[in-house]
T-cell receptor, first 113, second 115 residues
Framework: DQQVKQNSPSLSVQEGRISILNCDYT??????FLWYKKYPAEGPTFLIS?????DKNEDGRFTVFLNKSAKHLSLHIVPSQPGDSAVYFC????????????FGKGTLLTVNP | DADVTQTPRNRITKTGKRIMLECSQT?????MYWYRQDPGLGLRLIYY???????NKGEISDGYSVSRQAQAKFSLSLESAIPNQTALYFC??????????????FGAGTRLSVL
């Protein structure tokens, strides 16, 4: 059973517009959420995170929103740039584990010039 | 230089062969992990180690073994490779939870093909 779901395998946006990547989770014990970005031939790199005690965290062009009642989080990228084109993974930690990241399947974001 | 280094970056081997993937880190982290990624799937945890004397199975450890030779080195072995172990393998490190945001830092990956 997949505990972290990214239901959109891909997303295409125009440069300068907003990119919104979505993630749903089923385990209510998750208490920390992370977004990773992955370019081809590279490992995932940490992008931004949010604790379950918050509903928003912002870092430059990247903002993550958490809706605990809906078990949903989203990553907003504004404005989107061609260099943002990558696979984005949502991950969660908690639920009795203090080490295990549970990953979604990823969303391929393409930002068109 | 990369903080988390994986060797080799690419490997092609035959069914039944023993193969070792190596990981070294300069971040000084105690915790190290091995993941695999298959097309269209997220990363799945194979093994993890919280320190040199601590080795634990992850969710998909069958067919794999590991060795933590030092704080900085964590190797993954396939004793007898099979084709469904063809995947992208990642090593990661982190500090103990509670110290620094639970962030795991990944190497660039090893692409393994088992023929």
């Amino acid at each position: 059973d997949q505990q972290v779901k990214q239901n959109s395998p891909s997303l295409s946006v125009q440069e300068g517009r907003i990119s919104i990547l979505n993630c749903d989770y089923t385990n209510s014990m998750f208490d920390y959420f992370l977004w990773y970005k992955k370019y081809p031939a590279e490992g995932p790199t940490f992008l931004i995170s949010i604790s379950s005690i918050k509903d928003k965290n912002e870092d430059g062009r990247f903002t993550v929103f958490l809706n605990k009642s809906a078990k949903h989080l989203s990553l907003h990228i504004v404005p989107s740039q061609p260099g943002d084109s990558a696979v984005y993974f949502c991950a969660a930690i908690g639920g009795g584990s203090n080490y295990k990241l549970t990953f979604g399947k990823g969303t391929l974001l393409t930002v068109n010039p | 230089d990369a903080d988390v280094t994986q060797t080799p970056r690419n490997r092609i081997t035959k069914t039944g062969k023993r193969i070792m993937l190596e990981c070294s880190q300069t971040k000084g982290h105690d915790r190290m992990y091995w993941y695999r990624q298959d097309p269209g799937l997220g990363l799945r945890l194979i093994y993890y180690s919280f320190d040199v004397k601590d080795i634990n199975k992850g969710e998909i450890s069958d067919g794999y073994s590991v060795s933590r030779q030092a704080q900085a080195k964590f190797s993954l072995s396939l004793e007898s490779a099979i084709p469904n172990q063809t995947a992208l393998y990642f090593c990661a490190t982190s500090e103990p939870r509670g110290l620094a945001k639970n962030i795991q830092y990944f190497g660039a990956g090893t692409r393994l093909s088992v023929l």
